[in-house]
């Protein structure tokens, strides 16, 4: 009987794991990543498997959305549901100075939860027929060169527990470099497997282009294998601790630049 039971919490836990492994995650689209001074660019969010097109998130589940310039100023940018469906509209913007630009998208934290009857935005203790249940958090970030790369807004860390932080400006690197990214969870480094891909690589959903592990120090180095538009990523999952709430915590963190 014991045997039984312990194999029973075993694929219990396979199953929540599992679940989680294929979550939606947010990314940020900018049509436009190395724009002249001045010229108009359209920002917009990316949600799903496939990047960099798949769908697109709701304007309910986003916390705000804002620019840091290169100075360090934080621009708020307002969101605006298309007229179909609530989803976040796009943003257009001119950036009217030189330099790096940082776009930061933060997604509403929040239980989610699976049940016999569909995914519940609820603690799995108000709910009947739970398959599996978790606190998501995450958060999306793009980073845009004007016409040359200065300033540190790039290393901004958004408001959020978990986060891919780039430390080295994108626009400084071309192919066959190494970007270093740091991993961090409540501002310490975090060690954990980071993804990276580039649009056109897989028309397959959760397919990456290179894989790097996080060192100690919480920093992955990711090989830039050609030009073009790439995504890093990273997640993790970890018990909740509060079990009768949720079963795990969901941290997820999203990168995008380009690459010329």
């Known amino acids: 009987m014991k045997r039984i039971i312990i194999l029973g919490?075993?694929?219990?836990?396979?199953?929540?794991v599992s679940s989680n492994a294929y979550a939606h995650y947010l990314w940020v689209n900018v049509d436009n990543y190395n724009p002249k001074t001045g010229e108009e660019i359209t920002i917009s969010l990316g949600w799903g498997h496939h990047f960099p097109e798949d769908g697109s998130i709701t304007v309910d589940k986003i916390e705000r959305i804002y620019v840091i310039?290169?100075?360090?100023?934080?621009?708020?940018?307002?969101?605006?549901?298309?007229?179909?469906?609530?989803l976040v509209a796009p943003v257009k913007m001119k950036l009217d100075k030189p330099g790096t630009y940082l776009v930061v998208a933060e997604k509403k934290s929040g239980f989610v939860t699976k049940t016999t009857e569909g995914y519940k935005y609820q603690s799995k203790k108000e709910l009947k027929g739970v398959i599996n249940s978790y606190w998501s958090e995450g958060s999306a970030k793009a980073v845009i060169s004007v016409e040359q790369a200065s300033g540190d807004s790039f290393q901004k860390a958004a408001k959020q527990r978990y986060q891919v932080i780039p430390l080295d400006d994108p626009a400084t690197l071309k192919e066959r470099d190494y970007l270093r990214v740091k991993?961090?969870?409540?501002?310490?480094?975090?060690?954990?497997?980071?993804?990276?891909?580039?649009?056109?690589?897989?028309?397959?959903?959760?397919t990456f282009a290179y894989t790097a592990r996080a060192d100690k120090e919480g920093?992955?180095?990711?090989?830039?294998?050609?030009?073009?538009?790439?995504?890093?990523?990273?997640?993790?999952k970890m018990p909740y601790p509060n079990t009768e709430d949720a079963d795990l915590y969901s941290?997820?963190?999203?990168l995008t630049f380009g690459i010329k």
């Open 69 to 86: 310039s290169p100075g360090g100023k934080e621009i708020p940018l307002e969101l605006k549901s298309q007229k179909e469906g609530g």
């Open 251 to 254: 941290f997820t963190s999203v």
């Open 219 to 236: 920093i992955a180095k990711i090989k830039i294998l050609k030009p073009g538009t790439w995504l890093i990523k990273a997640s993790d």
């Open 9 to 16: 919490s075993v694929v219990l836990l396979m199953g929540i």
């Open 183 to 206: 991993v961090t969870l409540d501002n310490k480094p975090y060690s954990t497997f980071v993804y990276a891909t580039y649009a056109g690589f897989s028309s397959e959903k959760d």
